[in-house]
Each structure stands twice: as C-alpha cells, then as structure tokens.
Nanobody
Framework: VQLVESGGGLVQAGGSLRLSCAAS????????IGWFRQAPGKEREFVAV????????YYRDFVRGRFTISRDSAKNTVYLQMSSLKPEDTGRYFC?????????????????WGQGTQVTVSS
C-alpha cells in the first residue's frame, strides 16, 4: 500500500487543521492506520490509531479531546482532525499502516509509511 499525507500547514495556536492520509494499492480497512509525529531533534511519537478490527480510535493523552481520527472507506482515506492546536503540536506528521493482528503504538512495528506533512503552530 502507498500512503500520501496532505493538509499540513502553518496555523495559529487554537486553530485547526485536517490531515489526510490517502492510500492506493490496497484497501485501508485491511490495516491499523496510525498517525505519528516528529519534531526536530526528537523521536517519532505515536499520536493516534484507527484499529482495523473494530474501527475504534485510540489516542495519546496529550491529544485526546482535541484530535479525531476517522476513515472514509469510499475515498480510501484516513483523516486526523486537529483542533485547539498548541505550539507543542508542531512537527512532521506521518500516517502508517500496520498489518499485525493487534495494533501497536511503536513506530518500528508499522510496515508502510507516507512521506509526512508539516504542521507548524505559532504562538
């Protein structure tokens, strides 16, 4: 599966962005789809995942209540709606696909990655 992220940009604190992860080659419902982010000089960190088995979303505490992950099966696209953005949300955001039976929050376990999209939140 090939993944392409889009929707990043520059936004003021408190603003919103919607990131898209468009897939080609395979149907996204075959995978757990995770969103990760990486700030300069920091490791890539898990943000959220949409489980393939039950389509239940899971979030890291620091985004719960502000970010929403969802899927449009007709468009074979997963979204990350981000609201109440903070400067510490700045980073490059990646979507990734995992074929394992159960989902994971470890980047190393994901099999396919997009190129990422940059999100910058100004204070």
């Amino acid at each position: 599966v090939q993944l392409v992220e889009s929707g990043g940009g520059l936004v003021q604190a408190g603003g919103s962005l919607r990131l898209s992860c468009a897939a080609s080659g395979r149907t996204l419902t075959n995978y757990h789809i995770g969103w990760f982010r990486q700030a300069p000089g920091k490791e890539r960190e898990f943000v959220a995942v949409l489980s393939r088995s039950d389509s239940v979303p899971y979030y890291r505490d620091f985004v719960r209540g502000r970010f929403t992950i969802s899927r449009d099966s007709a468009k074979n696209t997963v979204y990350l709606q981000m609201s109440s953005l903070k400067p510490e949300d700045t980073g490059r955001y990646f979507c990734a696909a995992d074929t394992a039976t159960t989902w994971t929050d470890l980047a190393a376990d994901y099999d396919y990655w997009g190129q990422g999209t940059q999100v910058t939140v100004s204070s």
